[in-house]
């Protein structure tokens, strides 16, 4: 189509190129000046064709138009293009890696690069470095081909752009970064085969190696994640999402890491068979650990798991609750709160308490008793004042609970009377030669005229008091009573110490004012004295 410009082009060039230059092309650019009447040549070139390139820069600058000229015209005859005379449509510098990076390093040919030139084959000549730019100024060209090179560095994505009628690309064999070129909408139209070992796309060998992990990585990490489940689940269930634990469950392991192994710091109780640990779960509880050790039969351990079952179902403010259990072959553990109070022991004969305490002590053991009656009868306590704890909101909390042989009734009942004749005298029946028998009888014999003999003095009640404190010795003797068949109910206790503990109430605002008073507190201290 613009075969008279280029003709008229090219005739200059080929005359030029012919008459004046042997050897190379460097050496005929440096030496080569336009000829005078280049400037109207190529004014008259742009009237008849705009569209050539130069024509259109800021300044026309005659030396390089000239230069670029003479390159094309070498470049043309090099790529073989069958008519250089006329115009050109391929630059090829396929397998010349000698010849290639001088042409490129014409930064003024690309400027103006030829429109007729469609296809550009820089592939196989040695090409180092970053992407060359400069050739996409040809950006109407329909085919590119930079393969079997050793281009690194980031591939110029955006360049691409304006390169609207690229049909065919080969990046092939190059080591560009990686690059995110397939997300490019302007490169889906080029399917993989352009992108071979380019390093643009993950190439087939790191295929080939992804794939390979990903079919033996996959299986061995389910495995290991499924071995490391398993380890957790015996042994660490703590560590799994609350989904997965086991609910009341302890392994060996946690106890382990709750009590510093076991350490002599967390031991609060040793003896024989049982140890008693103070320890810290992963959720920061504390907990206070009964061990016993010791193997037993496979149906004893059976028996054991039953009876912890029902024990971390019981839910009491006065029951101290029970958090699970641990059982291998040869030893049981059981699980509690951690209580940090003292035993109702320890509280009586270390602070004195005032009557109106001990009396809300009794209520609440005896709340603990009736809700295990009524809702588990099966399980049994110890109650004793030593074994019954003080929680920090003064609240007694029964602890040491065992499921199966039943205690009779009458054995609670008698239990509960020693407890409360221990709280209201603050004497222990081992003190006694005769132990429990002891102790009721020392209480009988100054029943009911010597009463202040045994009654605790150092709770110092007033009269009115201490005819609540003789009404509690009472009860303690019904319920101790082996004479008698029919011993109190719970109920009736219950109903028997809130009464009470309520008049106490009505006295007790009375009774301190009148401690403040100096009559009755003399009387007060003279009344303990001769009780002494
Ligand atoms: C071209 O040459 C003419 C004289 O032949 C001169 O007047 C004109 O300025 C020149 N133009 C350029 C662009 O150099
Ligand atoms: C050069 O500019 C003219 C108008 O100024 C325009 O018609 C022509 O397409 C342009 N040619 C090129 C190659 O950009
Ligand atoms: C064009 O190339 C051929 C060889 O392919 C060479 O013989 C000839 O001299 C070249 N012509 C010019 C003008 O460079
Ligand atoms: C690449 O060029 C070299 C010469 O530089 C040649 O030996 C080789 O065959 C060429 N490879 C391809 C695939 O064209
Ligand atoms: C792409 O080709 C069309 C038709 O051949 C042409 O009109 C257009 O200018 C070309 N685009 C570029 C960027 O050269
Ligand atoms: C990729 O595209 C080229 C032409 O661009 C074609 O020859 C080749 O068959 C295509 N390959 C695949 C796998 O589609
Ligand atoms: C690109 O070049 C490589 C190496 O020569 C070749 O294997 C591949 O098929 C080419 N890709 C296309 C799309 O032609």
Not at 52 to 58: H, I, M, Q, T, V
Not at 392 to 419: A, C, M, T, W
Request: with cysteine; glycine share 4%.
């Amino acid at each position: 189509m613009a075969s008279p410009r280029f003709l008229l082009l090219f005739t200059t060039l080929s005359l030029t190129v012919s008459s004046a230059i042997s050897g190379s092309v460097v050496e005929d650019l440096a030496n080569l000046q336009p000829p005078s009447d280049f400037n109207t040549t190529i004014m008259k070139n742009c009237q008849h064709n705009p569209s050539l390139r130069y024509c259109n820069s800021s300044s026309m600058d005659l030396k390089e138009i000239f230069k670029f000229t003479i390159v094309a015209s070498h470049l043309c005859n090099e790529s073989k293009n069958p008519n250089c005379v006329h115009s050109f449509d391929h630059i090829d510098l396929r397998n010349r890696p000698k010849m290639a990076p001088l042409y490129l390093s014409y930064s003024f040919f690309w400027k103006y690069c030829p429109l007729t030139v469609l296809s550009i084959d820089l592939s196989n000549i040695s090409l180092k470095g970053s992407f060359p730019k400069e050739v996409i100024c040809c950006d109407q060209i329909q085919a590119l081909d930079l393969s079997l090179n050793g281009l690194t560095g980031e591939f110029p994505i955006e360049s691409f752009a304006p390169l609207t009628n690229l049909t065919f690309l080969n990046l092939s064999y190059n080591y560009f970064s990686e690059s995110k070129i397939s997300d490019s909408q302007f490169f889906k139209r080029f399917n993989d085969s352009s992108f071979i070992h380019s390093g643009i796309l993950p190439s087939d060998r790191n295929y080939t190696i992804k794939a390979i992990l990903l079919l033996v990585g996959f299986p061995i990490s389910v495995i290991l994640m499924a071995v490391c489940f398993g380890w957790l689940c015996f042994q660490r269930p703590d560590y799994l999402p609350r989904m997965f634990q086991r609910k009341h469950k302890f392994t060996p392991s946690m106890l382990r890491a709750a009590t510093n192994g076991f350490s002599r710091k967390n031991q609060m109780v040793r003896s024989e068979g049982v140890e008693i640990y103070k320890g810290t779960l992963r959720d920061s509880t504390q907990v206070r650990i009964e061990i016993y050790r010791g193997c037993i039969s496979r149906e004893k351990r059976k028996e054991f798991v039953e009876e912890c079952k029902v024990l971390v179902e019981l839910c009491h403010k006065n029951l101290v609750q029970v958090l699970g259990w641990c059982r291998t072959r040869n030893q049981r553990a059981i699980v509690t709160e951690w209580t940090d109070g003292e035993t109702i022991e320890m509280w009586l004969s270390g602070s004195a308490p005032p009557w109106k305490q001990r009396l809300k002590i009794l209520i609440g053991v005896v709340d603990g008793m009736r809700y295990l009656q009524e809702n588990w009868p099966e399980v049994v306590y110890d109650l004793r004042i030593n074994s019954v704890l003080l929680a920090d909101n003064h609240e007694p909390i029964l602890s040491r609970f065992q499921v199966g042989d039943q205690y009779s009734n009458n054995k609670k009942i008698h239990k509960f009377g020693i407890f409360l004749l221990e709280i209201i005298t603050n004497r222990r029946s081992q003190e006694f030669e005769r132990g429990e028998a002891g102790l009721i009888e020392h209480v009988r014999d100054n029943y009911p005229e010597n009463l202040h003999k045994v009654i605790d003095a150092r709770m110092k009640l007033p009269e009115n008091m201490f005819d609540q404190a003789k009404h509690g010795i009472e009860l303690g003797l019904m319920c101790t009573d082996q004479s008698i068949s029919k011993h109190p109910s719970l109920n009736q206790i219950s109903h028997m110490i809130n009464k009470v503990y309520e008049s106490c109430l009505e006295l007790a605002p009375q009774n301190h004012k009148r401690s403040h008073g100096d009559g009755v507190v003399g009387k007060d201290s003279s009344n303990g004295e001769s009780r002494l």
